[in-house]
């Protein structure tokens, strides 16, 4: 059972119009975002529902649905499908009202926009139902033009606007002027149960290892996440050029995401750098905890700043060395020469420096990176520390408490 009990209406019904009887007493927090399909905005915002859920608050998600639903569903906590992943004006608008239903139907305290579309409605709701309204900014926006600037502009009008990183922080201030008193650094957080080294089997690893034909005889680097243009692949091709190592095997992970023009341009930049032996691509995988022990470094290679850098993160959390650019968030997850080593964007050369450093650790040094690495997140980067720290933001705006740290917090 739920917390919540909605009277079913007819299958294929409008979910925001079902009659329901919230519970009386705990508060009750509404997150919106588009879809539930995967990806770090997704996971957020489930780990939050279930940590207001085992707080004792009331949590209710509404999105277009997807493959993690059932993640909410095994947890009890509700969900309401409404086609908040619309970009066209006229959806948008009657997500207004449909979402000022659920509010009063589920008797919502505060409702908490992550995405730009969803924010949109679920900002007019809150206004038509004097509920509260947040934001969490979880990347970085396109601002090029007028109209971009003034779509984007939802995001920062939250009685609490949550940035996951001070470089996020920084954009949101320079760019739209939030008030810092407004405005909260919470940084995205690792699962310390499902990124543990001690809790991958052997079993998974060998699986994975056979699944991908990994050889025995070769130093793993790790590249994983979606394949575009702007995640630096062609980068990277160019680094192992530079590195002048053929003991190495370069796995791109995510290739079932990528189209084939993109996979080809991959291919043809390897051949011609000589490298095409060396690169790997395999498919998303679920098991990343298994592919991070498998691998000896692994890899960001953005070409353009990104919000944290969630994969460096889990991949310390399994002591693994990793090597990002010297932009964005990853500056505030990577300590230069001790956890991994940072290179300069959009260089190959530097990128290939960083890699045979991180290659080049005997078993002490690799040991000591471990240690410390593992040390990091669980001092500054785990799911408890942010779930904890985005309830005491619900805290404060409900309590009125304009007295928090900013965006120091």
Not at 246 to 261: E, F, I, K, P
Not at 306 to 330: K, S
Request: aromatic share 6%.
């Amino acid at each position: 059972m739920t917390q919540f009990e909605p009277i079913a209406g007819a299958a294929g019904a409008d979910p925001s119009t079902e009659v329901t009887v919230p519970e009386r007493g705990p508060p009750v927090v509404l997150q919106v975002l588009p879809e539930l399909e995967g990806g770090g905005v997704e996971r957020g915002t489930i780990d939050i529902a279930i940590a207001l859920k085992e707080a004792g608050w009331g949590s209710l998600v509404a999105s277009a649905g997807g493959a993690m639903v059932r993640v909410l569903a095994r947890h009890e906590v509700a969900h309401v499908t409404l086609p908040l992943q619309s970009k066209n004006p006229f959806v948008m608008r009657a997500n207004v009202g449909r979402l000022a239903r659920v509010i009063r139907n589920y008797g919502v305290n505060i409702v908490h926009a992550r995405s730009r579309a969803p924010a949109w409605s679920a900002e007019a709701a809150a206004k038509r139902t004097d509920a509260r309204f947040i934001t969490t900014i979880h990347g970085t926006y396109a601002a090029s033009s007028l109209f971009k600037r003034r779509y984007n502009a939802v995001m920062a009008r939250g009685e609490r606007v949550i940035a996951i990183s001070q470089f996020i922080a920084a954009q949101i201030r320079d760019t739209y002027g939030v008030d810092p008193a407004r405005l909260r650094m919470i940084h995205r957080g690792v699962d310390l149960d499902m990124f543990a080294p001690g809790n991958v089997t052997q079993e998974r690893m060998v699986h994975l290892a056979n699944d991908w034909n990994l050889p025995d005889d070769r130093q793993v680097i790790l590249m994983p996440g979606r394949f575009s243009r702007r995640k630096g692949h062609r980068l990277l091709v160019e680094a192992l050029a530079r590195l002048g190592r053929r003991d190495v095997l370069c796995v791109m992970v995510g290739a079932d995401t990528a189209s084939g023009d993109y996979l080809a341009a991959i291919e043809k930049c390897a051949r011609e750098c000589r490298v095409l032996e060396l690169v790997r691509f395999v498919d998303f995988t679920r098991d990343l905890p298994a592919a991070y022990m498998l691998s000896d470094v692994v890899v960001s290679a953005s070409t353009r700043p990104e919000a944290f850098g969630r994969t460096l993160a889990e991949a310390l959390a399994m002591g693994r060395p990793v090597v990002g650019p010297d932009h964005g968030g990853t500056k505030e997850i990577v300590a230069q020469g001790r956890t991994g080593w940072l290179f300069e964007s959009g260089d190959a050369e530097s990128l290939a420096a960083a890699l045979r450093a991180a290659i080049s650790l005997n078993s002490g040094a690799r040991h000591r990176l471990a240690e410390e690495a593992m040390g990091a997140i669980r001092g500054h980067f785990t799911n408890q520390r942010m779930c904890a720290a985005t309830l005491k933001v619900y805290q404060e705006v409900l309590s009125g408490d304009n007295t928090g740290e900013g965006a120091a917090a």
